[in-house]
């Protein structure tokens, strides 16, 4: 039997050692912490750190190293470090306080991040994540964030993402920003005590590896063109997520890949790159120019109704006019138990469904309409209009300026988006990835969330890798240094200068017919089309050609105006998607050769009955950390390696999520 | 709907810049001010002409990256970020004008992209509380009233999009900087060095060539966070007891 995967990538040896110490699970950070070497206050000095990315995982660890006195350099592409794409984040950032004394606890969180990620996340890592959760709170409270308090003055909690515990703090629909200005204001602190210099507008297009060793970065200045080699004794991605593979999403524009991926190019594994999160709460698309989606808070599931018309015929009619016994509140129908607050996976997907059937709402959009009713008119009822304005009035407004509706009048119009990435680059305990020096954290790694991210986690974990677990880890292999002085004449780094001066002539040169955007755009419909919500083999393989295609065609054809000596925003965006050009490729293939459902994975082939998500714990219960073959060559990968590391359950007990 | 505009180019920071007229056609009330941009800037892309460079990132409102000038408006018409201003609010026909943030602190990048780089000193200056990573005490160890919490949260809002400056005509940056002594201010966490902060950051708001306020209260109007203007009463407020204490 031919298989569709064949030839498409080949088994590598498996990784045998995560770096995790041995010893009970409650044990192991304080155990780590002990163990990695110290290195000397006046050492630190003549260290240098190199940080991309000024996100919540970013800002945080510069921050804490400045302070530990190294010499931190960090980059990134806004014209400030306060604007990362964290800002955005709205709902709140989950910690194992137990404020409210309904049973949490660091075990609870653990348990719960686990399961939630369906068991494909590294039980060593959640359980770290969860214990120094409480310390982020203290922390951000000390430097002035301003979460949602009580009137006691004490902080408030709420509950969040389908967990039965109140253990997310919040600032409105504002945490992400209030964390990050945080975040930023003590990195300007320390950018201002010199520890830590400060390159906005700045780009890395390439990393240095010397004798095997992450050395330095090569960034262009988006301002002037110039292309920088900057040299470090160790190297730290906090460069987000790439939602943005999919051209829509809840990313921000300039989320993308360039960072993590020209270091997976040059040697370090990519985790799990099929699994992405598909949130069910944002606003559907409106038409053909639509350049992002916009999220409307998961919160609006606490009291918002979700429904469908039952008969195709009464999709085009006014929903107000549709009587109560025709609709279709379908999650509650499927799900009496949990009802509208099953976990995102599962509200898109049967979002998706019923759109399939045709009886989705709003405009055609591509072929069928895609969307489904969001109503409050029964909470209305229950509360007063006035109480749920009290909840939600900043969202109703949001959405009434983006889609011209009054959702106080008419039920919302929602649909799934693209809007996390739980794959990223594989790192071990120390989030140190495969090539040595080289450390990922944020939602760049691929490491806390197996299959599934839960609400509030996200936050949580970029400020526990930036604030208290990279610190710790980084000085084990800081200690070793400084490393040989290298310069402009070492092989490895003129090769990845020339490279990047490659790259940009060639963009600036081709003078093709198509722009950037459009093939962007494409690469989405392919992505959203063959890899979306629901995947199938053929489908999958269909759309692995067709990226191929596409990409060989952006090579030859792309159209790049202007200089690279200026601000030149197409030439920025052709690196970033001829970059997703080759990852679209190994987010197929992954997706593919896990023959399975999981959490964000979904493989129609396999569903129990009633069509839930199948996992094969006997066959996948595995990380798929793939390795690059490709000779280095633009536009070209070779067959990936695949490198699994089995997922050993020692504390947490492998079971089939059930929402019913 | 069809509509005609006006649109600064300038080529880099030292380039005379200009006043050039576009048409756009076929705009739908649904689109985004910036996806009408993105439409105009795919078409010259496809006629050979360098796309008009402006900046934007989440789209969402929240993280302050674009702001233009609409038609002498910072930000335009709405009560929102320029990202967050839709189509639907322009007429068939309209003629519009689209500027970049006009300040002296702000220089021209290239055509409506300005660096805001001012800001980011002003905050260096003091725009923060000091705490090592690891040395906070429990967070429930200081209680924050109701009404400070909320004070504090209301001034946090600011997204550092500079909208107060380009709408000012002295182009102070005051709204900016007082929402920070405020948020800090509020707090008993940022009680420490609140006098030393507002004169450090004043000192650098002055040295970057930020101007004075009159109380003309634009930058309020033309906040899209709605942070109101007597936060620059605090900032008065908390200036002339730092003076008092010799600071
Ligand atoms: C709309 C929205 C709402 C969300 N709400 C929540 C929530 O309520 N709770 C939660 O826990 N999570 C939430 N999330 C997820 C969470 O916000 C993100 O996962 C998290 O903030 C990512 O942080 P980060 O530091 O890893 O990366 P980011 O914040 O994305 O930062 C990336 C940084 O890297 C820089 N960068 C990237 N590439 C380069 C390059 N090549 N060169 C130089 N610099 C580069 C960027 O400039 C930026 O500074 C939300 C996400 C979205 C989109
Ligand atoms: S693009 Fe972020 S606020 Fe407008």
């Known amino acids: 039997m031919t298989d569709l995967i064949d030839g498409l990538y080949s088994l590598g040896d498996p990784i045998q050692d995560t770096k995790a110490p041995a010893g009970p699970i409650d044990k192991k950070w304080t155990q780590r912490k002990f163990e990695a070497k110290l290195v000397n206050p006046t050492n630190r000095r003549k260290l240098t750190v190199i940080i ?271 009587p109560e016994e025709d609709r279709d509140y379908y999650l509650e129908r499927i799900y009496p ?140 292999y800081l200690a070793a240094g400084p490393f040989p002085d290298i310069d402009e004449s070492t092989p490895e780094v003129r090769q990845a200068r020339q490279q990047v001066a490659d790259r940009v002539h060639h963009f600036l040169t081709v003078q093709g017919t198509r722009s950037v955007d459009s093939y962007h755009k494409e690469l989405g419909h392919i992505m959203w089309e063959h890899c979306g919500m629901e995947r199938t083999a053929e489908g999958l393989r269909t759309g692995i050609d067709k990226i191929r295609e596409l990409r060989a065609d952006f090579w030859r054809n792309v159209r790049v105006l202007g200089e690279n000596e200026q601000l030149n925003q197409s030439l920025e965006k052709a690196g970033r998607v001829a970059d997703f050009l080759e990852l679209g490729e190994l987010i197929c293939i992954d997706a593919l050769h896990r023959r399975e459902s999981c959490g964000g994975h979904f493989r129609a082939e396999s569903q129990t009955e009633d069509g839930e998500a199948l996992r094969h714990d006997d066959e996948y219960a595995y990380v798929a950390a793939w390795e690059f073959t490709g000779t280095g060559a633009e536009g070209q990968i070779g067959a990936p390696v695949l490198h699994k590391e089995d997922l050993v359950y020692e504390f947490i007990e492998l079971k089939q999520r059930s929402y019913k | 709907m069809n509509l005609t505009l006006k649109i600064w180019r300038q080529a880099g920071p030292d380039a005379k810049g200009e006043l050039v007229t576009y048409q756009v056609q076929d705009i739908s009330p649904d689109m985004s001010f910036l996806e009408m941009l993105d439409v105009l800037n795919e078409r010259l892309n496809d006629e050979g002409r360098e796309p008009i460079a402006f900046d934007s990132d989440c789209r969402e409102g929240i993280c302050g990256m ?111 900087l007082g929402a920070k002594v405020t948020h800090l201010g509020e707090l008993p966490q940022g009680q420490p060095e609140r006098w030393g902060r507002v004169v450090a950051m004043l000192n650098q708001h002055d040295l970057e060539g930020f101007g004075g306020c009159q109380n003309l209260g634009e930058c309020s109007y033309a906040c899209p966070k709605g942070i109101p203007q007597d936060v620059i009463s605090t900032l008065n407020h908390d200036l002339r007891k730092a003076m008092a204490k010799g600071r």
């Open chain 1, 337 to 476: 138990a949990f009802g509208n607050l099953v976990p995102r996976d599962i509200a898109s997907r049967q979002a998706k469904n019923v759109c399939d059937e045709g009886r989705g709402v709003g405009p055609v959009v591509g072929d069928k309409r895609r969307g489904v009713y969001l109503d409050f008119s029964e909470a209305f009822g229950r509360i007063g209009k006035e109480a749920v304005a009290a909840k939600y009035d900043n969202l109703f407004e949001m959405y009434k300026r983006i889609t011209g509706d009054d959702p106080y009048e008419v039920p919302m119009r929602i649909y799934p988006a693209v809007h996390y990435t739980m794959g990223g680059l594989w790192v071990d305990y120390d989030l140190q990835s495969t090539i040595p020096g080289l450390f990922v954290t944020g939602e760049a790694n691929f490491s806390d969330h197996g299959a599934n991210r839960l609400g509030a986690s996200a936050l949580m974990q970029g400020l526990a890798d930036g604030y208290f677990v990279l610190p710790n880890t980084i000085r084990d």
């Open chain 2, 66 to 176: 674009c702001g233009l000038m609409i038609s002498g408006e910072a930000h335009g018409p709405e009560k929102a970020t320029t990202c967050q201003l839709h189509m639907r609010t322009f007429t068939d026909g309209d003629v519009i004008t689209v500027e970049p943030w006009r300040a002296d602190p702000f220089p021209v990048v290239r055509d409506l992209v300005v660096d805001r780089g001012a800001f980011d000193r002003i905050i260096q200056a003091g725009g923060f509380i000091s705490v090592n990573t690891g040395a906070a005490p429990e967070a429930h160890s200081s209680l924050v009233p109701m009404e400070h919490a909320m004070r504090a949260f209301q001034a946090a809002e600011c997204i550092g999009c500079g909208a107060c400056v380009a709408a000012c005509p002295n182009a102070s940056a005051m709204l900016f």
């Open chain 1, 52 to 322: 991309v990315g000024t996100g919540l995982a970013g800002a945080s660890a510069g921050a804490t190293l400045g302070e530990a006195g190294y010499r931190v350099k960090s980059f990134c592409f806004q014209d400030s470090p306060r604007r990362a794409h964290s800002i955005a984040a709205q709902g709140g950032i989950n910690a194992a306080k137990n404020y409210k004394e309904d049973g949490d606890s660091t075990y609870r969180l653990f348990y719960d991040t686990v399961k939630g990620g369906d068991y494909r996340a590294r039980e060593t890592n959640v359980y770290r994540l969860a214990e120094v959760s409480a310390s982020i709170i203290d922390q951000c409270v000390a430097q002035g964030v301003p979460f949602a308090r009580e009137y006691g003055g004490l902080l408030d909690n709420r509950s969040f993402g389908g967990v039965q515990v109140s253990r997310t703090f919040y600032a409105r629909g504002q945490t992400g920003q209030q964390l990050l200005i945080g975040a930023y204001q003590a990195l300007e602190r320390q950018i201002a005590a010199g520890t830590v210099e400060m390159f906005s507008r700045h780009e890395m297009l390439e990393l240095v590896v010397v004798d095997g060793k992450a050395r330095g970065i090569i960034a262009r200045d988006l301002v002037t063109g110039e292309i920088q080699t900057h040299y470090a004794d160790a190297v730290v991605l906090a460069s987000g997520g790439y939602g943005n593979v999919f051209y829509l999403s809840t990313n921000a524009m300039g989320s993308n890949v360039t960072a993590t991926w020209r270091a997976h190019r040059k040697g370090a594994y990519f985790g799990n790159p099929c699994y992405t999160q598909i949130h069910p709460t944002c606003i559907p698309v409106a038409g053909e120019h639509q350049s992002k989606l916009t999220l409307m808070s998961e919160s609006l599931r606490n009291d918002g109704r979700i429904w469908v018309p039952k008969k195709v015929e009464d999709c085009e009619k006014n929903p107000n006019d549709i």
